[in-house]
Nanobody, 125 residues
Framework: QVQLVESGGGSVQAGGSLRLSCVAS????????MGWFRQAPGKEREGVAG??????DYADSVKGRFTISRDNAKDTLYLQMNSLKPEDTAMYYC????????????????????WGQGTQVTVSS
């Protein structure tokens, strides 16, 4: 089982930026999928961004504003969030899927096996 620890959340005003990080306890190969998900109070969990090798996928609501990246040497996943909006307020989680074929389901939370504890992002208007 992989342990994941997120950091970088906080409170910002609309239009601001944050960079989330997620460090894994074991080596994560570039052929493994990693993703960022979020859940706001009273709402379902939403896939925000996913990465497999050099391929990425994003939710429509964050395209052009968020960028997912990974540093395999550091076993770390990042999410650069720019032009933040109040509707981006949520708990953000990173997750790993090491199963073959994971690239088919980059934004599907139920396909991921290991999850972090989350980091809170709050955007005020």
């Amino acid at each position: 089982q992989v342990q994941l620890v997120e950091s970088g959340g906080g409170s910002v005003q609309a239009g601001g930026s944050l960079r989330l990080s997620c460090v894994a306890s074991v080596y994560i190969d570039s052929r493994h999928c990693m993703g960022w998900f979020r859940q706001a109070p009273g709402k379902e969990r939403e896939g925000v961004a996913g990465i497999y090798g050099a391929s990425t996928d994003y939710a429509d609501s964050v395209k052009g504003r968020f960028t997912i990246s990974r540093d395999n040497a550091k076993d770390t996943l990042y999410l650069q969030m720019n032009s933040l909006k109040p509707e981006d307020t949520a708990m953000y989680y990173c997750a790993v899927n090491r199963a073959w074929g994971c690239w088919k389901y980059l934004l599907r939370g139920d396909s991921y096996n290991d999850w972090g504890q989350g980091t809170q992002v709050t955007v005020s208007s």
